[in-house]
């Protein structure tokens, strides 16, 4: 039935509801399916070379839809600062890739090329939408055909009669349907979707670059509690590697698939995915909730689709090429982390450990790892606010001594604490075993290392420092040499500046002492607070 590859598994017959659920959904991995809409009747009537373009024009020329309209074409950014939705009459939108099949027809050639991300005349064009310049800045994107929450957002409802649902989804509560289409060349910029997505090619031709979830410290996601913490900040073929050291090797561990008309891809929820089109491409993608995600938080989403394997079991194939990892420490102090093997190529070397590797697994957890794990990392949600997060990240790629003196303030406002029971961070790290903590961290480290970053840097008080050092001494005598320079590696390797992260432990630990000590002097030897066994404080 299947004909597979390493990674990403190609079938050339569409499997049944049950044998996509259990063989392909469940991996939480991308699938090709050629020849999924040969049958549809939009795969004959709207293909531009054979009058789809009047046809469409009959069917729905006089809906009005909601464009994409970007001066950064040919690429087109999901940051809400990037572009403008405006609306657009559909006939005006068909008039525009009639000009541009007749250009095509007559030899004229596309006046810009995606690599270079070269900018045209048409930057300068003050909004009005009457020249060809103009009209490659438009993109159909998104524009429903079938919205299950939203009905009234419904444009294209007509042309539901056109496109069937696969088979294989046939048991599947739809969020919505769209079409895609576009008169130019164009670039959808490097993203993940919550939910899982079905991506039909109708028309034209599309070429998909694919990283996993683990991929998302390579990729730089925007801030999480912005409008746009799906996206990545980077331009994937040629990041600034001073700014994004984590982007060394981010190529290496994506997936290049070419669709052509009739083919679909299975894109999962948290896939990243950056999307190249062809002049008159038209597609039609449907998006459906997870079991695990429908009944998550809103507000969680963006840290759960930053993991690996946290929702779905991998394949023993996808294990095998997927495995996380993190970088060797340069000379420069600069590391990150990414997924798949180490790459020699990339002077870093490989977890020889079973064990290690297993700790780094979220479905491996055992369930108080998880429940602390899940505490941390909603108290890094929790205490960080939008705004300072923004400021954190922001300053995070080249990081200095410290961030912006507003942001310092608020941090030590947070992190001052000496006493265990007024500390949330603290409270938890104390409650954890050593080898509980170490689990934990390297969760931590591979799944949501800005979210460590955070917790290190912004909100570790004296007493947590106090804690953690204490945690990591207990660490150490329960572990062999060789198992705790792997633990460190790992566990440092999820910040830009290690340093920092050293800074900040040790800083807090050296507060902590002195104020153990001036309690001493100043009242009485040995007290035990909360019950603990750290003296001296009150």
Same mark, same amino acid.
């Given at each position: 039935m299947?004909?597979?590859?390493?990674?990403?598994?190609?079938?050339?017959?569409?499997?049944?509801?049950?044998?996509?659920?259990?063989?392909?959904?469940?991996?939480?991995s991308?699938?090709?399916?050629?020849?999924?809409?040969?049958?549809?009747?939009?795969?004959s009537?709207?293909?531009?070379?054979?009058g789809?373009?009047?046809?469409?024009?009959?069917r729905?020329?006089?809906?009005v839809?909601?464009?994409?309209?970007?001066?950064?074409?040919?690429?087109?950014?999901?940051?809400?600062?990037?572009h403008?939705?405006?609306?657009?009459?559909?006939s005006?939108?068909?008039?525009?890739?009639?000009?541009?099949?007749?250009?095509?027809?007559?030899?004229?050639?596309?006046?810009?090329?995606?690599?270079?991300?070269?900018?045209?005349?048409?930057?300068?064009?003050?909004?009005?939408?009457?020249?060809?310049?103009?009209?490659?800045?438009?993109?159909?994107?998104?524009?429903?055909?079938?919205?299950?929450?939203?009905?009234?957002k419904?444009?294209?409802?007509t042309?539901?009669?056109?496109?069937?649902?696969?088979?294989?989804?046939?048991?599947k509560?739809l969020?919505?349907?769209?079409l895609?289409m576009?008169?130019?060349?164009?670039?959808?910029?490097?993203?993940?979707d919550?939910?899982h !997505? %079905?991506l @039909?090619?109708?028309? +034209?031709? $599309?070429r998909?670059? &694919?990283?996993?979830?683990?991929?998302?410290?390579? =990729?730089y996601?925007?801030?999480?509690?912005?409008?746009?913490?799906?996206?990545?900040?980077?331009?994937?073929?040629?990041?600034?590697?001073?700014?994004?050291?984590?982007?060394?090797?981010?190529?290496?561990?994506?997936?290049k698939?070419i669709?052509?008309?009739?083919?679909?891809?299975?894109i999962?929820?948290g896939?990243?995915?950056?999307?190249?089109?062809?002049?008159?491409?038209?597609?039609?993608?449907?998006?459906?909730?997870s079991?695990?995600?429908?009944?998550?938080?809103?507000?969680m989403?963006?840290?759960y689709?930053?993991?690996?394997?946290?929702?779905?079991?991998?394949?023993?194939?996808?294990?095998?090429?997927m495995?996380?990892?993190?970088?060797?420490?340069?000379?420069?102090?600069?590391?990150?982390s990414?997924?798949?093997?180490? !790459? %020699?190529? @990339?002077?870093?070397? +490989?977890? $020889?450990?079973?064990? &290690?590797?297993?700790?780094?697994?979220?479905?491996d =957890?055992?369930?108080?790892?998880i429940?602390?794990?899940?505490?941390?990392?909603s108290?890094?949600?929790?205490?960080?606010?939008a705004?300072?997060?923004g400021?954190?990240?922001?300053?995070?790629?080249?990081?200095?001594?410290?961030?912006?003196?507003e942001?310092?303030?608020k941090?030590?406002?947070?992190?001052n604490?000496?006493?265990?029971?007024?500390d949330?961070?603290?409270?938890?790290l104390?409650?954890l075993e050593?080898?509980?903590?170490?689990?934990v961290f390297?969760?931590?480290?591979?799944?949501f290392?800005?979210?460590?970053?955070?917790l290190?840097?912004?909100?570790?008080?004296?007493v947590?420092?106090e804690?953690?050092?204490?945690k990591?001494d207990?660490?150490?005598?329960?572990t062999?040499?060789?198992?705790?320079?792997?633990?460190y590696?790992?566990?440092?390797?999820?910040?830009?500046?290690q340093?920092?992260a050293?800074d900040a432990?040790?800083?807090?630990?050296?507060?902590?002492?002195?104020?153990?000590?001036?309690n001493?002097?100043?009242?009485?030897?040995?007290?035990?607070?909360?019950?603990?066994?750290?003296?001296?404080?009150?």
């Amino acid at each position: 039935m299947e004909s597979t590859s390493l990674r990403i598994r190609s079938f050339e017959q569409l499997p049944s509801p049950m044998e996509f659920e259990s063989l392909i959904e469940s991996s939480n991995s991308p699938a090709v399916f050629k020849g999924c809409v040969n049958d549809w009747k939009a795969f004959s009537k709207w293909k531009p070379s054979n009058g789809g373009l009047d046809y469409l024009l009959e069917r729905v020329g006089s809906c009005v839809v909601e464009a994409m309209l970007s001066k950064s074409a040919p690429v087109f950014y999901g940051d809400l600062r990037s572009h403008e939705r405006v609306a657009l009459p559909f006939s005006d939108f068909i008039g525009f890739c009639k000009l541009r099949l007749q250009n095509a027809e007559d030899g004229a050639g596309s006046s810009f090329e995606l690599e270079s991300h070269g900018k045209t005349e048409s930057d300068s064009v003050d909004g009005c939408l009457t020249n060809d310049g103009v009209a490659q800045q438009i993109y159909l994107a998104q524009v429903p055909i079938l919205h299950v929450e939203s009905e009234d957002k419904v444009q294209l409802e007509t042309l539901r009669e056109d496109i069937n649902t696969p088979v294989f989804l046939k048991e599947k509560v739809l969020a919505s349907v769209n079409l895609w289409m576009n008169s130019a060349q164009a670039r959808s910029s490097t993203h993940y979707d919550p939910h899982h !997505n %079905l991506l @039909c090619l109708v028309s +034209g031709c $599309k070429r998909v670059l &694919l990283w996993p979830p683990s991929a998302s410290p390579m =990729l730089y996601p925007m801030p999480i509690f912005g409008e746009s913490s799906n996206h990545s900040l980077l331009a994937v073929e040629n990041p600034d590697l001073l700014v994004y050291p984590r982007a060394k090797c981010l190529m290496e561990y994506s997936q290049k698939i070419i669709l052509h008309a009739g083919d679909a891809l299975f894109i999962p929820e948290g896939w990243f995915h950056q999307v190249d089109s062809d002049d008159l491409t038209i597609a039609v993608n449907f998006w459906w909730p997870s079991n695990i995600m429908s009944g998550m938080s809103e507000h969680m989403d963006a840290y759960y689709l930053r993991r690996n394997e946290v929702l779905c079991k991998l394949s023993s194939s996808e294990i095998q090429s997927m495995k996380r990892h993190t970088c060797a420490l340069p000379s420069s102090g600069e590391a990150g982390s990414s997924s798949g093997e180490l !790459n %020699l190529a @990339c002077g870093r070397k +490989g977890f $020889k450990g079973r064990e &290690l590797e297993q700790k780094t697994k979220l479905n491996d =957890l055992e369930s108080h790892a998880i429940q602390a794990l899940h505490e941390l990392v909603s108290l890094v949600h929790d205490r960080i606010s939008a705004a300072d997060w923004g400021e954190l990240v922001q300053s995070e790629p080249i990081r200095s001594s410290a961030v912006s003196a507003e942001v310092e303030s608020k941090k030590a406002t947070r992190t001052n604490s000496f006493c265990l029971e007024d500390d949330p961070a603290a409270k938890i790290l104390w409650n954890l075993e050593a080898s509980t903590l170490e689990s934990v961290f390297l969760a931590m480290a591979f799944n949501f290392p800005r979210t460590l970053e955070a917790l290190i840097l912004h909100l570790l008080s004296p007493v947590a420092a106090e804690v953690l050092t204490r945690k990591f001494d207990e660490l150490d005598h329960l572990t062999t040499k060789e198992d705790r320079n792997k633990f460190y590696q790992v566990f440092y390797g999820a910040f830009d500046d290690q340093f920092a992260a050293m800074d900040a432990i040790l800083n807090g630990k050296e507060s902590f002492s002195l104020q153990a000590f001036k309690n001493v002097l100043d009242k009485y030897l040995g007290v035990n607070f909360v019950g603990s066994s750290i003296p001296g404080i009150r």
